[in-house]
């Protein structure tokens, strides 16, 4: 379902990935793993779309993701609809006046109907335990419900690709052990799962393979355990 081909990328000259290959089938979890400063924030953005190879290809269900494939606007809203994408720091990703509103967002945008949108927000709001926070606004949240109100932000839109980009960094034990079983029902409900970690326990607990990024750049895709 996603297929990079020999990708290349580089930020003003200096290249940050390079040659990365590899294909990830629908309900795999992959871990990203490496240095700080390696690249797998730069590696989960152009998962998401966000920038494009320089070199090789990057496809999506068969699609080639390029700037003029996500300058049309149908397929830019299908795609980002497709792959959710929670990012390291939640203050990158609220931008609501509260809750509610930003979990009626991703669903609005789709062009749902007010009582399916309604029917979302009640349910990722009741999932995550935060019904309490709804007329709250998001940025007078603390960093572990800032992390849960993007979560469900993104579960609102249903995704079938999660990318997550260093999960557990700077939650507490409590929410760290919450987020592990939110994502291991993920998984367990068949979505495909990208998260970018320098926690081995993450890596042990749910990767079925790793693609690991070393402070050259260079990449190796690592089997962790039997894809079924
Ligand atoms: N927008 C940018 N412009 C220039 N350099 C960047 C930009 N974003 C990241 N970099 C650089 O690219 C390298 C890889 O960054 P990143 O993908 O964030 O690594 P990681 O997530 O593995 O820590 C780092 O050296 C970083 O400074
Ligand atoms: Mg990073």
Not at 118 to 138: F, K, W, Y
Not at 157 to 174: A, H, I, R, Y
Request: charged share 25%; proline share 4%; with cysteine.
């Amino acid at each position: 379902m996603i297929r990079f081909e020999d990708v290349c990328y580089a930020y003003d000259g200096v290249p940050i990935l390079r040659h990365v290959d590899f294909r990830l089938e629908k309900g795999e979890a992959v871990a990203i793993t490496g240095p700080n400063g390696a690249g797998k924030s730069t590696l989960l953005k152009m998962i998401n779309g966000l920038i494009y190879p320089e070199l090789g290809r990057y496809c999506y269900e068969g699609e080639e993701i390029t700037a003029a494939k996500m300058r049309d606007h149908r397929y830019s809203k299908w795609f980002h609809q497709q792959v959710g994408y929670i990012w390291q720091n939640p203050d990158s990703q609220l931008f609501c006046g509260s809750v509610e509103e930003e979990l009626a967002f991703g669903p609005a945008q789709m062009g749902l109907s007010p009582t399916e949108i309604n029917a979302r927000v009640e349910d990722a709001l009741e999932l995550l335990g935060i019904e309490s926070l709804r007329r709250r606004a998001p940025f007078t949240l603390s960093g572990g419900e800032k992390k849960k109100v993007a979560i469900a932000s993104v579960l609102t839109m249903n995704p079938s690709v999660w990318t997550l980009d260093e999960p557990l960094n700077s939650l507490d034990g409590k929410s760290r052990q919450w987020l592990m079983e939110f994502l291991a029902a993920l998984k367990e409900a068949g979505k495909t799962l990208i998260f970018s970690t320098h926690e081995v326990e993450l890596v042990e607990y749910f990767a079925d393979r790793a693609i690991r990024i070393d402070e050259l750049h260079q990449v190796k895709v690592i089997g962790i355990r039997q894809v079924s």
